[in-house]
């Protein structure tokens, strides 16, 4: 098939769209953590982007994409971008391969919530660098790649399982292997600017729109309904998050926008299969369930400082089920439970909970070697002090 003029340029804005989600994350991490440590937040979400550049380019992609190797991994057919050039089926192979590039370096960014004021540079590379391949890779293999929830017939649309299931629950492993901030729960540790947060929050918003939409690989009716529901799904995400949290006091701009991104979060794997009454349904639901789970977060003392396990992890969990339930074969050709197809909705349970399984154990025992060897974590006194400081030599202070 010739390359279309039309589909490439929209892919590539889309692409450019979803970069822009790795510093919107940095941003709306910034703004959870203290003062003393916004720079670092910021910096570790152009970190991740930056390892996941190279080693995607290296062989990632490969992995990812290559030919299937018993349904877990692909072969080295594109080590180094061999074979990847300017030609290809609707798009250029290249601009496919720097497509998904931008999902995988926006995954690790995710990732960093859960060492967020604690972790060292030198050691979150290194995690980094072997998380991207050891969790990552074989996740978009499994979905996208020809592995094995392919064959089955799972539907990830656009990273339910292969960003937000693995980035969340991965959050979580590795702040259990890190261990809790000095004084986390002894004294506050409050959100320094939530203006900020809000401006990352509206960032993620408007880069999801590449994000799903783009996943349709064309400029098409397809790429239209994903758009439509992805903001569906968001707003009513943050209106469900924002009228519970109005029961427990008052209605939280945090709350709001945390919201909106477990609506965004759970409408990826679905937003190629679902009308927009159903994305209604979706978003609201992810909000309260995201909701929820924050709240067990902090009545069990986990310190999972910027909750990627409750908005990602669950709302990804949430959103690949969902997915089971709700696909309209109108919108993309599969039929879910409401509609009768029993076994479509018992695939996506068994790839998301093996997702889930898979992203935390692989997650906490690569966290705890690079503990155990070279340590994750700063010094105590390097951590009062605070990351900008101690990490980066930088300060915000006048």
């Not at 062989?59 to 290809?88: E, P, Q, R, T």
């Amino acid at each position: 098939m010739a390359i279309d003029t039309g589909d490439t340029a929209f892919i590539l804005i889309c692409t450019a769209l979803v970069m822009l989600m790795t510093p919107g994350v940095g941003l709306f991490y910034g703004g959870l953590v203290r003062r003393k440590n916004i720079i670092s937040m910021i910096a570790l979400a152009f970190i991740a982007f930056s390892v996941v550049s190279l080693q995607w380019i290296l062989f990632g992609y490969s992995l990812a994409f290559g030919h299937d190797i018993g349904g877990i991994i692909g072969g080295l057919d594109f080590i180094g971008l061999s074979g990847v050039g300017m030609d290809g089926d609707g798009i250029p192979d290249l601009l496919f391969m720097v497509f998904q590039l931008v999902f995988a370096g926006l995954t690790l960014a995710i990732v960093t919530s859960g060492a967020a004021e604690r972790v060292k540079v030198s050691s979150f590379i290194i995690f980094g660098l072997l998380w991207t391949t050891l969790v990552y890779d074989p996740l978009a293999h499994w979905a996208w790649g020809g592995g094995w929830a392919a064959s089955l017939g799972a539907l990830d649309f656009a990273g339910g399982t292969v960003v937000h299931i693995s980035s969340g629950f991965a959050a979580l492993a590795l702040a259990l292997v890190i261990g809790r901030r000095v004084g986390f729960g002894t004294y506050s540790m409050d959100p320094h600017n939530i203006p900020l947060t809000l401006i990352g929050g509206a960032l993620l918003w408007f880069g999801w729109f590449g994000f799903n939409a783009g996943s349709a690989l064309a400029a098409d009716g397809l790429a239209a309904s994903a758009f439509v529901v992805t903001n569906t799904s968001a707003a009513a995400g943050a209106l469900a998050w924002l009228v519970a949290s109005w029961f427990r006091g008052r209605p939280s701009s945090l709350g709001m926008i945390s919201g909106a991104i477990a609506g965004l979060v759970a409408i990826t794997p679905a937003a190629g299969f679902v009308d927009p009454l159903s994305a209604i349904v979706i978003g609201a639901i992810g909000g309260l369930i995201c909701y929820g789970a924050m709240l067990f977060r902090l009545h069990r003392g986990l310190d999972e400082s910027l909750d990627a396990w409750a908005v990602h992890g669950m709302g990804g969990l949430w959103g690949a089920i969902a997915t089971g339930i709700f696909a309209v074969a109108a919108v993309g050709g599969v039929d879910g439970l409401i509609y009768g197809n029993v076994n479509q909705f018992l695939i996506q349970v068994l790839d998301a909970g093996v997702s889930v399984i898979y992203a935390f154990s692989v997650t906490y025992a690569l966290a705890w070697i690079v503990d155990k060897t070279i340590g994750l974590r700063v010094t105590e006194e390097e951590e009062y002090v605070g990351l900008d400081i101690s990490q980066h030599g930088e300060s915000t202070q006048a």
